[in-house]
T-cell receptor, first 117, second 112 residues
Framework: GAVVSQHPSWVICKSGTSVKIECRSL??????MFWYRQFPKQSLMLMAT?????????EQGVEKDKFLINHASLTLSTLTVTSAHPEDSSFYIC?????????????FGPGTRLLVL | GDSVTQMEGPVTLSEEAFLTINCTYTATGYPSLFWYVQYPGEGLQLLLKATKADDKGSNKGFEATYRKETTSFHLEKGSVQVSDSAVYFC???????????FGQGTRLTINP
């Protein structure tokens, strides 16, 4: 149980295009999901907290117009990288907190590797 | 701000060797501490956690003790197996918050 999927697992796109990444909780519902970014040999950096039915909360330094987050249902959050540039190339990871679970419980997706040419 | 520093990898050991991966933290208040493991091609999984000083988290033969005096949460295992090969992340969350702050991860490879 408690499986989180991400799609696509990796994507290559041209500079200037937009890329959408989906995060789904497959066997539980989640009012809160998190989006992280990981650079090679560095830690996961929290980008934003996605709340079902409301606006996402972005961490300091993360451009909300650049990284659009939508949490339209209790099992799906999407991250759209708009007008992607090579510096946006990274590994994006989501996590989801089950409704009724401990506040500190997060289940992670396998990540999406983005390469912008 | 809150931060986690963990031992740089990669770490390569032989099967049945003793493992230690160091982790120290800086935090305001009294954080909960975690170790996550990421096997190839999979998402991070919670390995163990400790929520207060002197607590010991354990799972699958791994242990870590919350040491407030040294602000550390080192991961140990007495006899590693090839199947333990993975990337290990130390993390903290400040009480009452859902946010996790991660260390940079340590890649562990166990050779038969």
């Amino acid at each position: 149980g408690a499986v989180v999927s991400q799609h696509p697992s990796w994507v290559i796109c041209k500079s200037g295009t937009s890329v959408k990444i989906e995060c789904r909780s497959l066997d539980f519902q989640a009012t809160t999901m998190f989006w992280y970014r990981q650079f090679p040999k560095q830690s996961l950096m929290l980008m934003a907290t996605s709340n079902e039915g409301s606006k996402a909360t972005y961490e300091q330094g993360v451009e909300k117009d650049k990284f659009l987050i939508n949490h339209a249902s209790l099992t799906l959050s999407t991250l759209t990288v708009t007008s992607a540039h090579p510096e946006d190339s990274s590994f994006y990871i989501c996590s989801a907190c089950p409704i009724g679970g401990a506040r500190e419980t997060q289940y992670f997706g396998p990540g999406t590797r983005l390469l912008v040419l | 701000g809150d931060s986690v520093t963990q031992m740089e990898g990669p770490v390569t050991l032989s099967e049945e060797a003793f493992l230690t991966i160091n982790c120290t933290y800086t935090a305001t208040g009294y954080p909960s501490l975690f170790w996550y493991v990421q096997y190839p091609g999979e998402g991070l999984q919670l390995l163990l956690k400790a929520t207060k000083a002197d607590d010991k988290g354990s799972n699958k033969g791994f242990e870590a003790t919350y040491r407030k005096e040294t602000t550390s949460f080192h991961l140990e295992k007495g006899s590693v197996q090839v199947s333990d090969s993975a990337v290990y992340f130390c993390a903290l969350s400040v009480k009452g918050a859902q946010k996790l702050v991660f260390g940079q991860g340590t890649r562990l490879t166990i050779n038969p």
